[in-house]
């Protein structure tokens, strides 16, 4: 969930946007003067920061610019009031991402917080590899041990999931909702079945598994394999 802070001082406003943000599924701390902003930005916990620019003891402008200054990157989105056409400029050039005019439109704001928390987020790796699995997350494919796996489309959403999260335990819970989606049929009985076909195709023993652990009550552990050097002829 996408942790926002809001640094706005009228109460109204504040109130009704952070009631609106939680709606949205976001979580929001508010700050209502500079000062309390500006140390709770500082943790650089926050995904996105909303900042309002006229603040009691420390403006808007020099909370930009002094985040910029002490390396905190969180991505900004400045609340201006109407006409300040000059402040705006000057706080894109301090380091603010976008800026929008009150009065604004919520729905609008929403937009320009996607837009900015898009663009915000690092690109995954595009090729996993863990040893001599190959995971290509562009195309869609498989290889292991320089052979590419014949795997149905949830077989490899399973194992991609798995190669994007080596070496930790990952319920069953967990895969129902992040492979399954909400796919209210499956049940966790359909993610063992699943489970049984990678690891054939994987040449994984189910008795003794080295790439696909059990844990049992737990859920599953994907055990990234070793480098194996390749055997020259
Ligand atoms: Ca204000």
């Known amino acids: 969930m996408n942790h926002i802070l809001l640094i706005e001082d009228e109460e109204a406003i504040s109130a009704a946007l952070r009631l609106r943000l939680e709606r949205s599924g976001y979580r929001v701390d508010t700050a209502a003067s500079g000062p309390a902003g500006f140390e709770l930005a500082l943790t650089g916990r926050y ?17 930009c610019r002094d985040l910029r200054q002490q390396g905190i990157a969180t991505p900004i989105l400045m609340l201006t009031a109407y006409g300040e056409t000059s402040d705006r400029i ?12 009150k009065p604004f439109d919520p729905g609008e704001l ?14 995954p790796a595009a090729v996993l590899v863990h040893g001599r699995l190959r995971v290509d997350l ?4 498989v290889h292991w041990r ?36 909400y796919d209210e049929s499956a049940q966790t009985r359909t993610i063992d079945v699943h489970i049984g076909w990678l690891r054939q195709k994987l040449e994984d023993d189910p008795r003794n598994p080295a790439l696909l652990l059990t844990r049992v009550g737990l859920g599953y552990y994907f055990a990234p394999p070793p480098d194996e050097p390749v055997k020259s002829a």
């Open 47 to 63: 995904q996105l920061i909303l900042l309002d620019l006229e603040l009691p003891g420390k403006g808007g402008l020099d909370i």
């Open 90 to 101: 000057l706080g894109l050039k301090l380091g603010a991402d976008d800026y929008l005019a």
């Open 110 to 123: 929403l937009a320009r917080m996607e837009a900015i928390l898009r663009r915000a987020a690092p690109a």
């Open 138 to 141: 562009r195309a869609a494919t």
């Open 146 to 181: 320089g052979a590419l796996l014949a795997l149905s489309a949830r077989e490899y959403q399973l194992l991609a999931y798995f190669a994007q999260h080596p070496a930790r335990v990952v319920s069953r819970e967990e895969l129902l909702r992040e492979v399954w989606g």
